[in-house]
């Protein structure tokens, strides 16, 4: 019998900083994954958690997770170099409708540390750009400097209409102020036919109200990438609930009218 | 004819499987027969920290598990289908495919509910032999049993058990605890559970558990564990961050028995629950599973389609 818990060892190709307290780690490792999925990564000694994937489906000799220095696991992470062994094990979960989405009109949405899985997506997305029509980002973050993956709003701006918006602009801040309305002006899309994909934990219910309802964007074309603690990623531990779901296998995308009616 | 093992023959029959294997009695264990195969705490990776190679611990010893209730066996068939779909739990299967369950039953047994062998009480003297698998079948080929035309078959009646009778309809159950989401009852559950997970401990069927890493005293080693944890302690759904998904005592509370009722219900099309009461004898607030259901399926019943 597969012993579906135990990791693989991985090595760090590559620790790139991209705010005081985010690391971008690239993983030498080619993985088949959908946009969306995660991985868990384990850090002998100071555990294991769940990552998403932030790099491109088609690259096929690394993966890139960006991990935000918040417990135990994330704080020795951060201490590695390129060169050093982490282990891992995955990918697990779903991962976006790639073909539900696909020909449509697409409103990606997400604050923060909610980039990685957005960024894999943008990737494909860009990949196959004949298959989609207008795409558009809106990512948001408390100050300009917590804003990730920087490095690509240039490239990715030739296929998609990138928005930033923070809470706490700085002299030099050319993006927007919060998610306010006028955000949706800037957006011109088919409502018809299109969908919107979101990734927590940020503003969900602001971005709803003030974007995505204006928009005329119904719950049901809305996927939402779930976070929860998780400690196995095969559906047994039960940390990562959510109503009738598990985030690790029936997620951690999820429609949002499917998840909205939750308890929890 | 009937298999039959004499009552007085059965310790010796014990004795004599004892000499090639290990045998557990599980009468007196304030834990559930789940320990044998989902140990409390079990050490699930050794990771060298100076070759950098993990090895996982090879699992060798068979026992033989004797269990008294049929509740307990119940539970551990419906474990084993939690265990087993769709992602089959390595460190479960390791001890549970090398395990024989047998159950000694002093009550009339209508249909055996899992377990290898059922050995079920016929009249004072005599045991009648259920065999259920392969693995049961093995330990009864010896002088110990013997066939017997028409034995003398006495109706031992359970004790009556009105919350298993509950159980039977597990899509009301399901129905009524959804429903009860706002019900006073969760408050006033709130204010009486310690949040201890005693509850959890002794249940049969739960199965949450953690998993963390300790580092070995001389550096050398790390050692990853899992251990069983609880839906009811405080830091359950907490990520790194602080965030918590289920910050209250009634939040978490109402988790267990959403898992319990609805969840499974909808997984596995019954109630995780065999009402065997251990969570009732346990409770250090005297919280009764079985009346908070009672009370729960009454008021759904005369309020619930009209809210």
Redesign the interface.
Known sequence: ???????F?VKIAKVEKHSNDVKLFRLEKNLSFNPGQFILVSH??????PFGIASSPYQDSYIDIVV?R?????KALHKLEPGD?I?MRGPYGNGFPLDFISGKDIVMVTGGCGIPPIAALIEYIIANKDKFGRVYLIYGAKTPNDLLMKDNFKRWGKDIKILLTVDEPDKNWKGYKGMVSELVDEIKIDAKDAVSVMCG?GPMMDVLEKILRPLGIPDRRIFVNM???M??G??????C????KYVC?DGPVFNFDEVDKN?? | MDLIIEKKQIKDWLAELKKENVVIDSKKDALPIKQYFFPPKQE??I?N?ET?E?E?PDYKKEIIIICHHLGQLEAMTQLDE??GK??????Y??RREKSILIGLIDESVEVAPGGDLVLEKINSKQYRVLILTEKGKKIIKNKFFKEIDKPEIKNYLSEENPFKEMLLDSELLADAVKWS?NHKIWDKLAKKCLGCGICTYVCPLC?????????VLDDKE?I?C?QW?A?TLPN??????G?N??KTIK?RY??WF??KF??AY?EYGKAQCVACGNCKRNCPAGINIGDVLKEIVEDYKKHGKSI
């Open positions: 019998m597969e012993n579906l818990y135990k990791p060892k002998f000694g100071y555990g294991e958690a935000r918040v417990g135990t696991l994330t062994e282990f934990p976070e929860r603690k400690q196995c095969i559906g047994k531990c039960q940390h609930v959510t109503g009738d296998e308890w929890d | 699930i990776f990771f920290k950098k993990l996982s939690i265990m769709p992602n089959p739990d390595f460190f299967w390791q989401k199965h949450c558990f953690s998993i963390d890493d300790r580092v790390c990853r899992r944890d839906c359950f759904a907490k990520i790194a961050g965030h998904f289920h939040e109402y988790n959403y898992h609805v969840r909808k």
